[in-house]
């Protein structure tokens, strides 16, 4: 049973860097069959996708991010990170990560974990 | 970037209704829409993916159809279970700006 799991901080100052990371149980994050996503959601609003990452280090971004955003895979640790910098209040959300299929879109997603972005 | 316009925002319905919701893609997509359930304090759940087919595991009320960029998830009939918020998903790996999502349709109890 494929299993995401996302942890980090749950504040973050404004124009600090959110950093979060998923753990993937049941599935290799090295293979070649799936991509890895991150996705959020403000409170009260819907899903925003903020980007994915493959095996290969090949990625691909929210346009309205991509200049804060960076995203890694450690193979080792069978987990993939996100860095979002220079953050404010808008960016407060509950961030979930999610395996990726190109048949199946987003199969399997994290609990979900809530970031405030607050002083 | 491609847009994915989602209608109706709200439905009101009753156990055993046969409810609609569309999302219609501001370009050619091909069939790369999945339909997901959300409910509050959950993550979303996979319902539907490649715009027809049903994930593992879903119930059967639970159908997607296409036409052209307009794509339609059918509740057959509404369950208590089915109340709860819907978004679809265009995941063409081609598409400039990548992923996006419909603004959600929520399905409330008339």
């Known amino acids: 049973q494929v299993q995401l799991q996302e942890s980090g901080p749950g504040l973050v100052k404004p124009s600090e860097t959110l950093s979060l990371t998923c753990t993937v149980s049941?599935?290799?994050?090295?293979?070649?069959?799936?991509?890895w996503n991150w996705i959020r959601q403000p409170p009260g609003k819907g899903l925003e996708w903020i980007g994915y990452?493959?095996?290969?280090?090949?990625?691909n971004y929210n346009p309205s991010l991509k200049s804060r955003l960076t995203t890694s895979i450690d193979t080792s640790k069978n987990q993939y990170s996100l860095k979002l910098s220079s953050v404010t209040t808008a960016d407060t959300a509950v961030y979930y990560c999610?395996?990726?299929?190109?048949?199946?879109?987003?199969?399997?997603w994290g609990q979900g974990t809530t970031v405030t972005v607050s002083s | 970037d491609i847009q994915m316009t989602q209608s109706p925002s709200t439905l009101s319905a009753s156990v055993g209704d046969r409810v609609t919701i569309t999302c219609r893609a501001s370009?050619?997509?091909?069939?790369?829409v999945a339909w997901y359930q959300q409910k509050p304090g959950k993550a979303p759940k996979l319902l539907i993916y490649k715009a027809s087919t049903l994930q593992s595991g879903v119930p059967s009320t639970f159908s997607g159809s296409e036409s052209g960029t307009e794509f339609t998830l059918t509740i057959s009939s509404l369950q208590p279970d089915d109340f709860a918020t819907y978004y679809c998903?265009?995941?063409?790996?081609?598409?400039?700006?990548?992923?996006?999502f419909g603004p959600g349709t929520k399905v409330d109890i008339k």
């Open positions: 999610a395996r990726g299929g190109t048949l199946s879109g987003l199969d399997v």
């Open positions: 990452i493959y095996y290969s280090g090949t990625t």
């Open positions: 049941g599935d290799s994050v090295g293979g070649a069959g799936h991509y």
């Open positions: 370009q050619n997509i091909g069939s790369w």
């Open positions: 998903l265009q995941y063409n790996s081609y598409s400039p700006g990548g992923f996006t």
